[in-house]
C-alpha cells in the first residue's frame, strides 16, 4: 500500500490487519514517531473498516491511560469532496513485539507480570466505561524496557453494550459476544484467560466459535464448546490450570468478576511459581491465522 502524507515521512510498513495497513512515519516538523493506520476504501462494505477507525479513535482519544495506545488524529481523503476514499488513524507508536511473536520468550513469573500489567490498562478502560472485547496475544505489546501497551481498539465498546452482530477473534471470543448478549468487564476476563492459555500452550481455548464458522452466514457449524468444569489439558502447574479456569468460565457470573480479582490471582499465581523456580516460558503458536471476525 503505497500512501504520501503530507508533512510526515513514511519510515517502512508495521503490519497489516483487516482491511488496514500499519505504517511507521516521522513528522518532518516535530521528528516525532507515529503508528498510521490506513484504510482504503474501494467497495461500500470496506466502509466497515473506517468505521473500525471511528470507533478506535473514539475509544483511543477517551481512555488516558499509559498502557492503553494512545489516539491523537482521524484524517479522511475524499473523492469528489464527498466520498471517503481512505481514512487515516494517527496513533502513539509502539517499539514493542506482540506475545505472538515466534521469538518471544520470558520466565513465566515475568510473563504474568506482563498480564498484570495489560490487566491495569483493562480496568483503566473499565473505569472509562469502555470494554476492549478483542483480547489476543497480538493486541498485547511487550518494550525492550518491560512496558505493556494494549492495541486494537477496534472492537472496543461501551460497558454493557449489546451488539447487533458477533464481533471478536474464534480463539479468544467470550460466550456472550457469540449470543449478542450484553458485555462488560467479565468479557475481557474471559479473552484474558484464553490468551494466556494460548501463550503458554500454544493451542487454542475451547470457544463458541472456534470449531468450524460459516463467515458467509455468520452462523455456528459443528460442535458447541463444553464448560471448562474439569481441570485443563494437563499440561500447566495446577495454580495456572486454576487461572485460567476461573477466566474462562461459560457463565459471566462463575467468572472472575474484574480486573482486580485478576490481578490478585495473577500475583497470587506468580509468588507460588516464584517458589517452584518456574522454569522459561517460549510463545509456541501463532493466531495470525486467525483474523478477528466484523
Request: one cysteine or more; glycine letters at 8%.
Given at each position: 500500500?503505497?500512501i504520501?502524507i503530507p508533512?510526515?515521512q513514511?519510515?517502512?510498513?508495521?503490519?497489516?490487519?483487516?482491511?488496514s495497513?500499519l505504517?511507521l512515519?516521522?513528522?518532518?516538523?516535530t521528528g516525532?514517531?507515529?503508528?498510521?493506520?490506513v484504510?482504503?476504501?474501494?467497495?461500500?462494505?470496506?466502509?466497515?473498516?473506517?468505521d473500525?477507525l471511528?470507533?478506535?479513535?473514539?475509544?483511543?482519544?477517551?481512555?488516558?491511560?499509559?498502557?492503553?495506545r494512545?489516539?491523537?488524529?482521524?484524517r479522511?481523503?475524499?473523492?469528489r469532496?464527498?466520498?471517503i476514499k481512505?481514512a487515516?488513524?494517527f496513533m502513539?507508536y509502539?517499539?514493542?513485539?506482540?506475545?505472538?511473536?515466534p521469538?518471544?520468550?520470558c520466565?513465566?513469573?515475568?510473563?504474568?507480570?506482563?498480564?498484570?500489567?495489560?490487566?491495569e490498562?483493562?480496568?483503566?478502560?473499565?473505569?472509562a466505561?469502555?470494554?476492549?472485547a478483542?483480547?489476543?496475544p497480538?493486541?498485547?505489546?511487550?518494550?525492550p524496557?518491560g512496558?505493556?501497551?494494549?492495541?486494537?481498539?477496534?472492537?472496543a465498546?461501551?460497558?454493557g453494550?449489546?451488539?447487533?452482530k458477533?464481533?471478536?477473534?474464534?480463539?479468544?471470543?467470550a460466550?456472550e459476544?457469540?449470543?449478542?448478549?450484553?458485555?462488560?468487564?467479565?468479557?475481557?476476563?474471559?479473552g484474558?484467560?484464553?490468551?494466556?492459555?494460548k501463550v503458554?500452550?500454544g493451542?487454542?481455548?475451547?470457544?463458541?466459535?472456534?470449531?468450524r464458522?460459516?463467515?458467509q452466514?455468520?452462523s455456528?457449524?459443528?460442535?458447541?464448546?463444553?464448560?471448562?468444569?474439569q481441570?485443563?489439558d494437563?499440561?500447566?502447574?495446577g495454580?495456572l490450570?486454576?487461572l485460567?479456569?476461573?477466566?474462562?468460565?461459560?457463565?459471566?457470573?462463575k467468572r472472575?468478576p474484574?480486573m482486580?480479582?485478576l490481578m490478585?490471582r495473577?500475583e497470587?499465581?506468580?509468588?507460588?511459581l516464584l517458589?517452584?523456580?518456574a522454569?522459561t516460558?517460549?510463545?509456541?503458536g501463532?493466531?495470525?491465522?486467525?483474523?478477528?471476525?466484523s
Amino acid at each position: 500500500m503505497s500512501i504520501d502524507i503530507p508533512n510526515y515521512q513514511i519510515l517502512g510498513k508495521l503490519g497489516k490487519g483487516a482491511g488496514s495497513a500499519l505504517l511507521l512515519a516521522r513528522s518532518t516538523r516535530t521528528g516525532a514517531k507515529y503508528t498510521v493506520k490506513v484504510v482504503k476504501v474501494h467497495e461500500p462494505e470496506d466502509m466497515k473498516f473506517v468505521d473500525q477507525l471511528r470507533n478506535e479513535h473514539s475509544v483511543g482519544s477517551t481512555v488516558d491511560h499509559p498502557v492503553v495506545r494512545r489516539t491523537y488524529e482521524l484524517r479522511y481523503v475524499r473523492r469528489r469532496l464527498t466520498k471517503i476514499k481512505s481514512a487515516m488513524l494517527f496513533m502513539e507508536y509502539v517499539d514493542g513485539v506482540p506475545l505472538n511473536d515466534p521469538d518471544f520468550s520470558c520466565p513465566l513469573p515475568e510473563l504474568l507480570t506482563y498480564f498484570s500489567k495489560a490487566a491495569e490498562g483493562l480496568q483503566g478502560m473499565h473505569r472509562a466505561g469502555f470494554v476492549h472485547a478483542d483480547l489476543k496475544p497480538g493486541n498485547i505489546l511487550v518494550t525492550p524496557d518491560g512496558r505493556v501497551k494494549l492495541i486494537d481498539l477496534g472492537q472496543a465498546c461501551e460497558m454493557g453494550e449489546v451488539k447487533s452482530k458477533v464481533q471478536g477473534t474464534p480463539d479468544y471470543i467470550a460466550p456472550e459476544q457469540v449470543s449478542l448478549g450484553a458485555l462488560d468487564a467479565r468479557t475481557d476476563v474471559f479473552g484474558m484467560g484464553a490468551t494466556l492459555y494460548k501463550v503458554l500452550t500454544g493451542k487454542a481455548m475451547p470457544t463458541d466459535m472456534n470449531q468450524r464458522v460459516c463467515l458467509q452466514r455468520m452462523s455456528l457449524i459443528g460442535r458447541r464448546a463444553a464448560e471448562l468444569d474439569q481441570p485443563l489439558d494437563g499440561e500447566l502447574a495446577g495454580p495456572l490450570d486454576r487461572l485460567i479456569e476461573a477466566c474462562c468460565q461459560k457463565e459471566p457470573a462463575k467468572r472472575l468478576p474484574n480486573m482486580k480479582a485478576l490481578m490478585d490471582r495473577l500475583e497470587l499465581t506468580r509468588g507460588v511459581l516464584l517458589k517452584r523456580q518456574a522454569a522459561t516460558v517460549r510463545w509456541l503458536g501463532s493466531s495470525s491465522r486467525n483474523p478477528p471476525l466484523s
